[in-house]
Nanobody
């Protein structure tokens, strides 16, 4: 089974920054669009950001646009989420995910489009 491991979460104050990382064991990210999603208590999991397999294209949820930056290092099999100007409403468990299709030219943002998921990393932002 594919294992994705997220890290970098923590407890921070509003306005602070965090950088999440996600790496995979026993699979390659090469050729796959990657995504970050989050789930707050009592809410559905929602899209945050996605990046193309070449890394040249990105897409973001409106709620995080201009504050979060997704990037990837294919040589390290790692995807990142730089989160700046954090707000209390960013509090959630953050998950990385891999698009089901390889070599896709479509940046997708829906949960069913992604297959492999990590276990999540908790981000808590205090006011």
């Amino acid at each position: 089974q594919v294992l994705l491991v997220e890290s970098g979460g923590g407890l921070v104050q509003a306005g602070d920054s965090l950088r999440l990382s996600c790496t995979a064991s026993e699979r390659t990210f090469n050729g796959y669009n990657l995504g970050w999603f989050r789930q707050a208590p009592g809410k559905d999991r929602e899209f945050v950001a996605t990046i193309s397999w070449r890394g040249g294209r990105t897409a973001y949820a409106d709620s995080v646009k201009a504050r979060f930056t997704i990037s990837r290092e294919n040589a390290k099999n790692t995807v990142y989420l730089q989160m700046d100007s954090l707000k209390p409403e960013d509090t959630a468990t953050y998950y990385c995910a891999v698009d089901r299709d390889r070599w896709s030219n479509i940046l997708r943002t829906t949960l069913p489009s992604f297959g492999s998921w990590g276990q999540g990393t908790q981000v808590t932002v205090s006011a």
